[in-house]
Nanobody, 119 residues
Framework: QVQLVESGGGLVQAGGSLRLSCAAS????????MNWYRQAPGKQREFIAMVSGTGSTNYADSVKGRFTISRDNHKNTVYLQMSSLKPEETAVYYCNTHPPVRINNNDYWGQGTQVTVSS
Protein backbone atom coordinates (compact mmCIF):
# COMPACT_ATOMS: atom_id res chain seq x y z
CA GLN A 1 0.00 0.00 0.00
CA VAL A 2 1.43 3.33 -1.09
CA GLN A 3 1.67 6.09 1.47
CA LEU A 4 3.21 9.53 1.27
CA VAL A 5 3.11 11.32 4.60
CA GLU A 6 4.18 14.94 4.65
CA SER A 7 5.02 16.73 7.89
CA GLY A 8 6.86 19.73 9.29
CA GLY A 9 4.58 22.51 8.18
CA GLY A 10 3.40 25.28 10.44
CA LEU A 11 3.15 29.00 10.96
CA VAL A 12 6.29 31.04 10.35
CA GLN A 13 7.03 34.72 9.95
CA ALA A 14 8.21 36.11 6.65
CA GLY A 15 11.93 35.53 6.32
CA GLY A 16 11.79 32.46 8.50
CA SER A 17 12.65 28.84 7.81
CA LEU A 18 10.97 25.46 7.93
CA ARG A 19 12.03 21.92 7.15
CA LEU A 20 9.47 19.63 5.61
CA SER A 21 9.66 15.85 5.56
CA CYS A 22 7.90 13.27 3.45
CA ALA A 23 7.99 9.63 4.47
CA ALA A 24 7.23 7.21 1.68
CA SER A 25 6.18 3.59 1.85
CA UNK A 26 4.93 1.04 -0.64
CA UNK A 27 7.24 2.28 -3.41
CA UNK A 28 10.79 1.47 -4.53
CA UNK A 29 11.91 4.71 -2.98
CA UNK A 30 15.60 4.71 -3.88
CA UNK A 31 14.81 4.24 -7.57
CA UNK A 32 12.27 7.05 -7.74
CA UNK A 33 12.79 10.70 -8.48
CA MET A 34 10.97 12.59 -5.75
CA ASN A 35 9.34 15.98 -6.18
CA TRP A 36 7.94 18.62 -3.89
CA TYR A 37 4.91 20.62 -4.97
CA ARG A 38 2.71 23.23 -3.37
CA GLN A 39 -0.84 24.41 -3.85
CA ALA A 40 -2.00 27.80 -2.67
CA PRO A 41 -5.70 28.53 -2.15
CA GLY A 42 -7.45 29.00 -5.47
CA LYS A 43 -4.36 28.08 -7.47
CA GLN A 44 -3.09 25.04 -9.28
CA ARG A 45 -0.53 22.75 -7.74
CA GLU A 46 2.95 23.83 -8.79
CA PHE A 47 6.30 22.09 -8.94
CA ILE A 48 8.94 23.30 -6.51
CA ALA A 49 11.89 20.93 -6.48
CA MET A 50 13.06 17.48 -7.50
CA VAL A 51 15.75 15.06 -6.42
CA SER A 52 16.68 12.00 -8.43
CA GLY A 53 17.53 8.63 -6.95
CA THR A 54 21.21 9.50 -7.31
CA GLY A 55 20.85 12.93 -5.72
CA SER A 56 20.65 15.26 -8.70
CA THR A 57 18.43 18.23 -7.96
CA ASN A 58 16.44 20.84 -9.81
CA TYR A 59 14.34 23.74 -8.60
CA ALA A 60 11.66 26.09 -9.77
CA ASP A 61 13.13 29.52 -10.42
CA SER A 62 10.98 31.01 -7.67
CA VAL A 63 12.74 29.00 -4.94
CA LYS A 64 16.29 28.68 -6.24
CA GLY A 65 18.83 29.70 -3.66
CA ARG A 66 16.30 29.56 -0.82
CA PHE A 67 15.02 25.98 -0.80
CA THR A 68 17.06 22.79 -0.64
CA ILE A 69 15.72 19.34 -1.41
CA SER A 70 17.43 16.23 -0.10
CA ARG A 71 16.69 12.59 0.52
CA ASP A 72 17.62 9.74 2.81
CA ASN A 73 17.19 6.46 0.96
CA HIS A 74 17.70 4.48 4.16
CA LYS A 75 14.73 6.21 5.76
CA ASN A 76 12.63 6.44 2.57
CA THR A 77 12.26 10.12 3.29
CA VAL A 78 12.62 13.27 1.23
CA TYR A 79 13.14 16.68 2.82
CA LEU A 80 12.62 20.28 1.83
CA GLN A 81 14.57 22.91 3.73
CA MET A 82 12.94 26.27 3.14
CA SER A 83 14.42 29.61 4.09
CA SER A 84 13.63 33.27 3.51
CA LEU A 85 9.98 32.34 3.27
CA LYS A 86 7.52 34.81 1.77
CA PRO A 87 3.82 35.30 2.58
CA GLU A 88 2.88 34.32 -0.96
CA GLU A 89 4.40 30.90 -0.31
CA THR A 90 1.57 30.06 2.03
CA ALA A 91 0.25 26.80 0.65
CA VAL A 92 -0.21 23.10 1.24
CA TYR A 93 3.02 21.33 0.39
CA TYR A 94 3.06 17.85 -1.10
CA CYS A 95 5.64 15.32 -2.17
CA ASN A 96 5.28 12.72 -4.86
CA THR A 97 7.24 10.54 -7.22
CA HIS A 98 7.97 11.62 -10.77
CA PRO A 99 5.67 10.86 -12.43
CA PRO A 100 3.08 10.87 -9.63
CA VAL A 101 1.99 7.61 -8.09
CA ARG A 102 -1.03 6.20 -9.88
CA ILE A 103 -3.69 4.17 -8.07
CA ASN A 104 -6.75 2.95 -9.97
CA ASN A 105 -5.93 5.29 -12.87
CA ASN A 106 -5.81 8.32 -10.61
CA ASP A 107 -2.85 10.29 -9.31
CA TYR A 108 -2.34 9.57 -5.63
CA TRP A 109 -1.50 12.44 -3.30
CA GLY A 110 -0.88 12.43 0.42
CA GLN A 111 -2.59 14.83 2.77
CA GLY A 112 0.11 17.45 2.43
CA THR A 113 1.40 19.75 5.12
CA GLN A 114 0.20 23.31 5.58
CA VAL A 115 2.76 26.10 5.53
CA THR A 116 1.55 29.54 6.54
CA VAL A 117 3.88 32.50 6.22
CA SER A 118 2.77 35.61 8.04
CA SER A 119 3.81 39.09 7.01
Amino acid sequence: QVQLVESGGGLVQAGGSLRLSCAASGIMFKFNTMNWYRQAPGKQREFIAMVSGTGSTNYADSVKGRFTISRDNHKNTVYLQMSSLKPEETAVYYCNTHPPVRINNNDYWGQGTQVTVSS
